[in-house]
């Protein structure tokens, strides 16, 4: 899936990071189009399997029995072509000459969420991401501090976004890192707090914790934004383990709490006809869940 600009005026950059300069290789070059960005890659990857669940849930097992392969198809060719041996890492994107695009940034993060990310190099990425380089203390940077380009003040070569780094965050736990996931959601607690009215806005500077002490704002940041306000909720699932499949009448709860977050509570908690009530509690180093409601003859798995 690639992006390129036909119009004279528009969007150099066609993903979520669409400043002229978020694209470039670790030398700082620019990368020119068309460029494959890895994330979409992941994000076609993950509608696929979704879109099949769909079908077959309403009966349409051919159709569905096609998008699964096409995926498997997509995670193969992916894998192969985006991994950076060298730098035990997935590149950024893939240029107009097919090029890897080498520089360290949050994107692959968001690998681990959709699922198209080989378990075997889940490993890797994870401790790159969890690196001084690329986690400030606050979050995760776009870019990371060791490649040409980075500037803590750039809107998406160095800076820190809460929805990125929920989604980083979401990965994580997917691919059972719990204790790295919860520390991500901890840490934008943590920067929440630093705000007024514990409000996240769209991005903050990418300076280090240890360097500075807070999240320093940056200046024309939107505060109320929603991907930041939805930063919240999938931290809060993240933290639960909480996955939903009403086709199958079937809840998965598996928390996990850091050390920051000794207690929480969840109510008006609606999955299908249930309504629930979820308290989960940190002690001794262990999470536990209590459960209350009406299951509506919901399957919980606790785990």
Request: hydrophobic residues 40%.
């Amino acid at each position: 899936m690639e992006y390129w600009r036909r119009a004279p005026g528009g969007l150099t950059n066609q993903g979520w990071k669409d400043s002229w300069d978020s694209v470039r290789f670790r030398d700082g070059r620019l990368a020119e189009p068309p460029i494959a960005l890895c994330e979409v890659q992941g994000y076609v990857y993950d509608a696929k399997l979704r879109a099949a669940d769909l079908l077959a849930a309403l009966g349409e097992t051919v159709r569905a029995a096609e998008l699964r392969r096409q995926a498997a198809r997509l995670k193969e060719r992916f894998n192969r072509d985006f991994w950076l041996a060298d730098r035990g890492y997935y590149a950024l994107a893939l240029d107009g000459r097919k090029r890897p695009v080498d520089s360290v940034t949050s994107n692959p993060g968001h690998l681990l969420w959709s699922g198209i990310a080989d378990e075997a190099k889940a490993r890797a990425v994870t401790a790159r991401l969890l690196a001084p380089e690329l986690f400030s203390g606050w979050g995760i940077r776009t870019l990371a501090t060791a490649e040409a380009g980075y500037n803590p003040l750039s809107y998406h070569n160095g800076s820190v976004w809460p929805h990125d780094t929920s989604v980083v965050a979401a990965g994580l736990g997917r691919c059972g890192f719990l204790d790295e996931a919860g520390r991500l959601v901890a840490a934008l607690l943590e920067a929440a707090a630093e705000f007024p009215a514990f409000r996240l806005p769209e991005l903050f500077a990418g300076y280090g914790r240890e360097e500075v002490g807070f999240p320093v704002p940056y200046p024309t940041a939107s505060s109320p934004q929603a991907w930041a306000a939805g930063t919240v909720m999938l931290g809060l699932r993240t933290l639960l383990g909480l996955e939903a499949d009403i086709p199958n009448r079937r809840l998965v709860l598996r928390p996990h709490l850091p050390p920051q977050v000794r207690y929480l509570e969840l109510s008006g908690l609606r999955v299908g006809p249930a309504r629930l009530e979820l308290r989960v509690r940190r002690q001794g180093g262990v999470t536990k869940a209590e459960v209350r409601g009406d299951l509506a003859g919901l399957k919980l798995e606790e785990g």
